[in-house]
């Protein structure tokens, strides 16, 4: 079993930035995939960013990337979500996923085959 807690979030105002946080615990290991999901209001739960093979594989959604970066403490079990230049959609509650064995790539996007889900945190951005 794993455990998530994830946590950073807040209101902010458009072009801020927050760093959020994912402390796991439990049965724990470097080479099965972190990922960042979010999902707003009324939507489906969105994929954001992932970070697979002890560091190795990075990957991001376009709607994220070049502002968002995932990074990873080995150290302290914890994986965190820079996020830059906030805009009003990003709005959203972020959850940190992991699950207990590696995936192929084209799977890391795909929220269902992920085992273990962070109880999520509010991110509000203001225009």
């Known amino acids: 079993q794993v455990q998530l807690v994830d946590s950073g979030g807040g209101l902010v105002q458009a072009g801020d930035s927050l760093r959020l946080s994912c402390a796991a615990s439990g049965r724990t290991s470097s080479t099965v995939p972190m990922a960042w999901f979010r999902q707003a209001p009324g939507q489906e739960r969105e994929f954001g960013a992932v970070?697979?093979?002890?560091?190795?594989?990075?990957y991001y959604a376009d709607s994220v990337k070049g502002r968002f970066t995932i990074s990873g403490d080995n150290a302290r079990n914890t994986v965190y979500l820079q996020m830059n230049s906030l805009r009003p959609e990003d709005t959203a509650v972020y959850f940190c996923?992991?699950?207990?064995?590696?995936?192929?790539?084209?799977?890391?996007?795909?929220?269902?085959?992920?085992?273990?889900w962070g109880p999520g945190t509010q991110v509000t951005v203001s225009s």
């Open positions: 996923a992991t699950r207990s064995q590696r995936v192929i790539v084209g799977a890391l996007r795909r929220p269902e085959v992920y085992d273990y």
């Open positions: 970070m697979a093979d002890r560091g190795t594989r990075l």
